[in-house]
């Protein structure tokens, strides 16, 4: 066994008789000839100085200068010749050169090329490098700005994952987790950071869009195409609600005859959103926020917004009832056996341990469910009705309101949504149907002035407006119908809900005539109208009231009124007749597609309604007597007393499709 070492003794020094050594000091002779100023009030602070070159330089301050007292102790320093000014001319930077703006755009191209490279293939090692490339975005030299921003938005389509990611909270950053882990959260934070950064950016730079300096509308022009891109590319993703409202913004503007191209970049990108929601969420965050602004601006909006709602998947895959109030989910009749609803099936019986297994697969499952970021029915349907009912709000204050240049637009929408239109609504809508027919009829018939010194130009805006009326009235009537017709049990109880169509058809008929004559009959709003070559103003392409052309519309007014889908052999003799006359009529005057148009759906009519016809073109068969009067309205017309004569001529038409249509008619008539 070791032995401990000994312990360590002082060592004493021999005693002495002398006297202790500071028994000589003079202690206050030494006090007393100490400085009694402080080191603190030594320093002097010295105001900055401004070179020859315009740089302002903070001076360094003195050093602290010691006096003869002092010489001998060891702060004294061998240095203290040196003054500041000579310290100050020491710590200068040299001057860099100014670069040009042609050097400065190469350098920055470098730059973000060689940060963005880095960054797209090993994003989790140099996510750091977001915030030096959003530097490289703050440069004076607005081209680097440009180039910034488009590079920064390339960054984010490669390296935003696939799901949503959530801020950490204060528990979240004290709590243990493995390397991986810790790696995975700093790359999402970090990624989150920079992505804030960027998109508080665009909201800023997007407000200058339109603006009258140049450069503040080039990168408000930027910051738009980048925030459509990101909402189409990375609809998922956070910041979500600033990137529609960015794109929402734009679209408040006040509607004009020219749409510059951001307005048409949004319109595309919230439609391709709207197509491409599986969901629902984004869309009914957009129709939201739209609403909201359409409210806001009074409806002083373009009638495109309006559109957008017609490319909403809800027209599709949606299957309830809605109103403005609320939503009517429909019956899961198709998950029935038989359709009828199952008997209630006997409660199985299990034990405690076998329920607590049942939950947690229940919850694994609902797990692995969101890791796939599957979308559930239940879910989807939800948020479908959510939207529903905020864009049947929309339409209906509209009607309320009266927009004028909104009108169309909501009506074609009202058409395309009726089968999704509660019934306790289809009076109402009927009659605010009514009154815009009425209102549209008067305004076309109101009486103007004949001066013969009236202008060209207030002429041709006066026939502008009143091709507009008319147009409208026939979406009204298509409307109606398509209300009536969008869903079967409300066709077949059509007389115990009140729903009177009379007043439609007669108003159809006594367009027939005024519609044939009008030029733009196969033209719509994404079609180009040329400019007169006699410089007077024509309607602009751009003012037309939605996307269907006129003949279109048309048609689909004629086939609900002449070939309904329920009790097709139920339509009075009479109308069949006078509609069949004033086709053939019309069919002299419209153009050439349209005329083939007519003549199929009067093919149509002449094999579902022969008898009802014949009388036209064999006056052995005629019931009536009298004159006909295609001005008298549909009840006076006597249709029974005409003949068909417009059949020869429009067998010498110089188109051989028409040559050919007519003769098809007269062969169904005579089979």
């Not at 100085?49 to 001998?72: F, L, V």
């Not at 040009?100 to 470098?110: C, D, G, T, W, Y």
């Not at 049947?392 to 009266?402: D, G, N, P, S």
């Not at 009479?574 to 419209?590: D, E, N």
Request: aromatic content about 6%; hydrophobic content about 40%.
């Amino acid at each position: 066994m070791a032995q401990e070492p000994a312990p360590k003794r002082r060592r004493l020094s021999p005693p002495s008789d002398s006297l202790p050594g500071f028994t000589k000091w003079n202690l206050e002779q030494d006090y007393e000839n100490r400085s009694r100023k402080s080191q603190k009030d030594t320093q002097h602070k010295k105001l900055p100085i401004k070179t020859a070159d315009g740089e302002i330089i903070d001076q360094a301050p003195e050093p602290e200068t010691t006096k003869d007292g002092d010489a001998d102790s060891f702060l004294a320093s061998d240095d203290d010749a040196d003054s500041g000014v000579a310290d100050v001319k020491a710590d200068r930077l040299p001057k860099q050169p100014q670069l040009s703006s042609k050097e400065q755009i190469l350098q920055a191209k470098e730059d973000l090329a060689r940060m963005a490279s880095m960054l797209s293939e090993n994003p989790e090692e140099h996510i750091g490098l977001l915030g030096p490339l959003a530097e490289v975005a703050d440069s004076k030299n607005v081209t680097v700005k440009k180039l910034g921003l488009a590079t920064q938005l390339a960054v984010f389509k490669d390296i935003i994952p696939g799901y949503r990611v959530r801020p950490l909270g204060k528990d979240d950053m004290q709590a243990k987790v493995s390397r991986d882990v810790r790696n995975l959260r700093a790359f999402e934070q970090g990624l989150l950071g920079g992505y804030k950064r960027y998109v508080y950016r665009l909201q800023k730079l997007a407000k200058g869009s339109g603006s009258n300096d140049s450069n503040t509308a080039s990168l408000g022009t930027v910051a738009i195409a980048c925030a459509c891109t990101l909402l189409e590319a990375a609809p998922h993703f956070n910041l979500r609600n600033e990137l529609i409202g960015i794109v929402v913004g734009k679209l408040s503007g006040r509607p004009s005859a020219d749409l510059d191209q951001d307005f048409a970049r949004c319109l595309a990108a919230l439609e391709r959103v709207f197509k491409d929601d599986d969901s629902g969420h984004i869309s009914l965050e957009a129709v939201a926020q739209l609403a909201k602004m359409l409210k806001t601006k009074n409806y002083h909006i373009h009638e495109g917004v309006l559109n957008t709602f017609l490319h909403l998947r809800l027209l599709n895959e949606f299957s309830g009832k809605a109103s403005t109030e609320r939503v009517d989910k429909a019956a899961p009749r198709e998950e029935w056996p038989n359709g009828k609803k199952p008997k209630a099936y006997k409660k199985e019986f299990r034990t405690k341990r076998e329920k607590k297994v049942m939950r947690e697969r229940k919850e694994v499952a609902k797990e692995m469910k969101e890791a796939d970021a599957t979308v559930s029915y239940e879910e989807r349907d939800k948020n479908q009705a959510e939207t529903l009912k905020l864009v049947f709000i929309a339409y209906f204050r509209i009607l309320k309101a009266r927009v004028d240049h909104l009108m169309g637009a909501v009506l074609e929408g009202l058409a395309r949504y009726a089968h999704l239109i509660n019934q306790d609504f289809f009076g109402d809508v009927l009659e605010v149907l009514k009154d815009l027919i009425a209102e549209a009829e008067a305004d076309t018939e109101a009486p103007h002035d004949d001066d013969e010194e009236a202008s060209a130009a207030d002429t041709a805006v006066d026939a502008a407006i009143a091709r507009n009326a008319i147009r409208e009235s026939l979406l009204c009537i298509t409307t109606a119908f398509a209300l009536l017709q969008g869903q079967v049990d409300v066709a077949k109880s059509a007389t115990s809900l009140s729903l009177d169509l009379n007043f439609f058809i007669t108003h159809l008929y006594r367009l027939l005539l005024s519609l044939s004559l009008d030029a733009e009959l196969e033209l719509s709003s994404r079609t180009a109208t040329l400019k007169d070559p006699n410089s007077l103003p024509t309607p602009s392409a751009d003012s037309r009231v939605n996307v269907a052309t006129t003949t279109v519309l048309l048609l689909r007014s004629l086939s609900a009124v002449l070939l309904p889908p329920t009790s097709t052999k139920s339509v009075p003799p009479l109308r069949v007749a006078a509609f069949t006359k004033q086709l053939l009529s019309a069919s002299l005057h419209v153009p050439q597609k349209s005329a083939v148009a007519l003549l199929g759906l009067l093919n149509q009519v002449a094999k579902t309604h022969t008898r009802k016809v014949a009388g036209l073109w064999n006056t052995e068969e005629r019931k009536g007597d009298g004159v006909f009067d295609p001005n008298a309205g549909l009840e006076g017309a006597n249709p029974m007393a005409a003949t068909a004569w417009d059949g020869e001529l429009l067998k010498l038409h110089f188109d051989p499709k028409i040559r050919e249509s007519v003769k098809m008619l007269e062969r169904s008539v005579r089979e």
